[in-house]
């Protein structure tokens, strides 16, 4: 089982304001995905990073996979009341489920 | 409908009992997955059915879990003689196919399960 570590466990925050949660791990992966998940409903994926030091921009969200290909980053510019939510990294191999960590928890205040 | 669909949304028990969780997945989905989320935890792997291919059992955390697949459509997620421990939010997962690259997860909303 290849673990992923997610940090910080939670974040508190004012709107307006930018932040950076992090996933990592000591395997590699041949992809890593985030999910956001709001209170009451199941999963919902933000984006699939596949190449080593990719950068995806979604919005206000800016993800980035590690060169290495063992851990990734989610930065938020300009946080939103409505960015709230669990925060999941998942990463695994073609053929093999999905492992997830446990999630950063994120609240952004008015 | 489009989506995952899992019932019951909620499930109160007593320990002991034996519960049935279903799960029909997106239409044309050869992939399903479930996972437990104990509360404000992140997600953990039960078991991964993938068309006909032998099931990937090894999250399941005792003999009392398990779980069938019709085919590559309607899933059931059974557990035996639940215990407290067992009480968590049961969701279930689908997906066009093994390669995880190019094929996102679809949750459902998922089963609450609550054992007195």
């Known amino acids: 089982t290849q673990l992923l570590e997610q940090s910080p466990q939670f974040l508190s925050i004012q709107e307006g304001e930018n932040l950076t949660v992090y996933c990592n791990s000591s395997?590699?992966?041949?992809?890593l995905q985030w999910y956001r998940q709001e209170p009451g409903e199941g999963p919902v994926l933000l984006v699939t990073?596949?190449?080593?030091?990719e950068v995806k921009k979604l919005k206000r969200l800016t993800f980035q996979f590690g060169d290495a290909r063992k851990d990734s980053s989610l930065h938020i510019t300009a946080a939103q009341p409505g960015d709230t939510g669990l925060y999941l990294c998942?990463?695994?191999?073609?053929?093999?489920?999905?492992?997830f960590g446990k999630g950063t928890s994120l609240l952004v205040t008015p | 409908g489009a989506g995952v669909s899992q019932s019951p949304s909620n499930k109160v028990t007593e320990k002991g009992k034996d519960v049935e969780l279903r799960c029909d997945p997106i239409?044309?989905?050869?992939?399903l997955y479930w996972y437990r989320q104990r509360l404000g935890q992140g997600l953990e792997f039960l078991i991964y059915f993938q068309g006909n291919s032998a099931p990937d059992k090894s999250g399941l955390p005792s003999d009392r879990f398990s779980a069938e697949r019709t085919g590559e459509s309607v899933s059931t997620l059974t557990i035996q003689r639940t215990q407290q421990e067992d009480s968590a939010v049961y969701l279930c997962a689908s997906s066009p196919g093994a390669r995880i690259m190019t094929g996102e997860l679809f949750f459902g909303e998922g089963s609450r399960l609550t054992v007195l």
């Open positions: 990073v596949v190449t080593g030091g």
């Open positions: 998942a990463g695994g191999e073609s053929g093999y489920a999905l492992n």
């Open positions: 395997s590699v992966f041949s992809s």
């Open positions: 239409s044309g989905h050869t992939a």
